[in-house]
């Protein structure tokens, strides 16, 4: 039901822009003129992307004890991207990861571990860099002074979320929270589990080395996503600068986030065609950035998918993951 919502309201936003913001055979004509040298140009970006995205994360399982190779990793990492976006799943594209690695003898504690820390720390410096673009956009005048507030409480938000994030890798304080726990729930199965994990959690956390360099790849492989972006715009022939694009993307995305739509289908379209209409951009050539910008992704993923169909013969996700779709 929760699926079938996200999937109505992401094809409710895109009828609005499209009834209301964005002319069609415009957008398609500027569709029409992309640069071949930038598609190619844009193609190696995200490739190298998505190989940096995945390499950061198998620094994360060897920290652990755990050795995936790298093309591996990556054809993993795709594969499992283009399952959760191409089938109606109950499940993310993260835990078809997961599964599939820890189909490979993988421990799946240390597996999730992983991914769930891959995912905080992503997304605490992508709200850092967030604010960092809401700082641009004010310095070249395309958010007025009364989006103060919106970087305010950005601002006051990251602090919490670096908080939290140092408290739940403390197991001190998470003994001591545990301890304080009824005697029925802490000897429950679930507590049980829950004590795994966190065991597991720690032992990665206290890895500083490990979780800086992890978060120096992370800042990296987010600017990559935003030069992808500004060279989609320079195929189409769209007058974006790279600071101005620098500006745009991470808020754009970070608000794509917001878990009410399908992969963000809808919200990132909608933030990112209002941010660059306040900067002078038409909506259709923002449209016609962001369609271009997903298909090309998916293209990107689409031969590391293949090359896992033909090595396995999977066509669908494990077993264990897709009897819940």
């Not at 991914?115 to 992508?126: P, Q, S």
């Not at 935003?226 to 195929?235: D, P, Q, Y």
């Not at 963000?264 to 271009?292: C, T």
Request: hydrophobic fraction near 60%.
């Amino acid at each position: 039901m929760k699926l079938a919502l996200r999937v109505g309201l992401s094809i409710l936003l895109l009828a609005l822009l499209f009834t209301y913001v964005v002319d069609g055979r415009q957008m398609l004509r500027i569709l029409g003129s992309f640069s071949p040298v930038y598609l190619i140009l844009a193609l190696l970006v995200i490739t190298l992307d998505r190989v940096l995205m995945t390499y950061k994360w198998t620094v994360l399982l060897k920290a652990q004890g755990h050795r995936l190779p790298l093309l591996q990793a990556v054809t993993i990492y795709c594969t499992a991207m283009v399952w959760g976006l191409a089938l109606p799943a109950t499940v993310g594209a993260d835990a078809i990861r997961a599964v599939m690695v820890t189909r490979r003898g993988f421990d799946g504690t240390d597996v999730v571990t992983s991914i769930v820390i891959e995912r905080v720390i992503g997304f605490i410096l992508a709200l850092a860099l967030g604010i960092v673009s809401l700082f641009i956009l004010r310095a070249v005048g395309v958010l007025a002074p009364a989006y103060d507030k919106v970087l305010y409480a950005g601002i006051a938000m990251l602090l919490c979320s670096i908080a939290m994030l140092f408290a739940s890798m403390n197991p001190t304080l998470i003994g001591w929270t545990m301890a304080r726990m009824p005697q029925s729930l802490r000897q429950s199965k679930a507590m049980h589990l829950i004590a795994g994990f966190t065991g597991a959690y720690h032992r990665l956390g206290a890895a500083r080395a490990v979780i800086a360099r992890f978060g120096a790849l992370t800042v990296v492989e987010q600017l990559l996503s935003v030069l992808f972006t500004w060279l989609l715009a320079k195929g189409l022939d769209v007058p974006v600068d790279l600071l101005l694009m620098l500006g745009v993307l991470p808020i754009s995305m970070l608000i794509s986030r917001l878990p009410i739509s399908f992969d963000g289908l809808g919200v990132f379209e909608a933030a990112f065609i209002g941010l660059l209409m306040l900067a002078g951009i038409s909506a259709e050539s923002s449209l016609a950035i962001a369609i271009s910008g997903r298909v090309i992704q998916l293209a990107a993923f689409l031969p590391w998918w293949l090359v896992h169909v033909l090595s396995s013969g999977a066509v669908r996700p494990p077993s264990s993951v897709s009897h819940r779709i």
